[in-house]
């Protein structure tokens, strides 16, 4: 059996196709989809999609989760204190070096590519750079917003360091 086979044909009554037996059906019709659209009214207006909710849903879903939030400043305090406390333990090393091979050699060695064309020094054992007094530009203000220029003094060890210049050359 195909399944046009089982499916029943209900025959119209004759007396149902006139027009007012067909305007009494559509009025029925009309008045129980009304009927059902205005219980399910509410409801419908609470599930739509308007822009204020949409909007409402973007802001939940691009908001931060504490935790996440807590967790990041946790570990950017963190790293900050071992980046201090890697800067202070390699000034540490830096002052304690002797800058001077056990051999007692200088360990000192000569920079020369700068522009205004004075040495610069650099120790191969604490990597400290010795610079001259030379011009330096501060970081910005609301005065200077390109910062404003300064001579910095020279590094206390520049004497010693250009030492290196009379037995290097």
Not at 36 to 55: C, D
Not at 71 to 79: Q, V
């Amino acid at each position: 059996m195909s399944t046009t086979e089982k499916i029943e044909k209900f025959e119209t009554p004759k007396e149902l196709l006139t027009p007012a037996a067909q305007a009494y059906t559509n009025n029925l019709i009309n008045e129980a989809i009304k009927g059902v659209f205005a219980q399910l009214g509410p409801i419908l207006e609470s599930i739509a999609l308007t822009p204020e909710k949409l909007a409402q849903a973007e802001a939940l879903r691009r908001a931060p989760d504490p935790a996440a939030v807590a967790r990041e400043l946790r570990e950017r305090k963190l790293t900050q204190q071992e980046a201090e406390e890697n800067r202070q333990n390699l000034l540490r090393n830096q002052a304690a070096c002797p800058h001077r091979y056990p051999t007692g050699q200088l360990s000192i060695n000569v920079v020369r590519n700068y522009p205004d064309r004075q040495p610069r020094f650099t120790c191969a054992l604490c990597s400290v750079w010795i610079n001259p007094r030379e011009w330096q530009i501060g970081p910005p203000d609301a005065e200077n917003p390109r910062g404003k220029p300064f001579i910095a003094e020279a590094h206390p060890q520049f004497k010693m360091a250009s030492e290196v210049l009379a037995t290097k050359g």
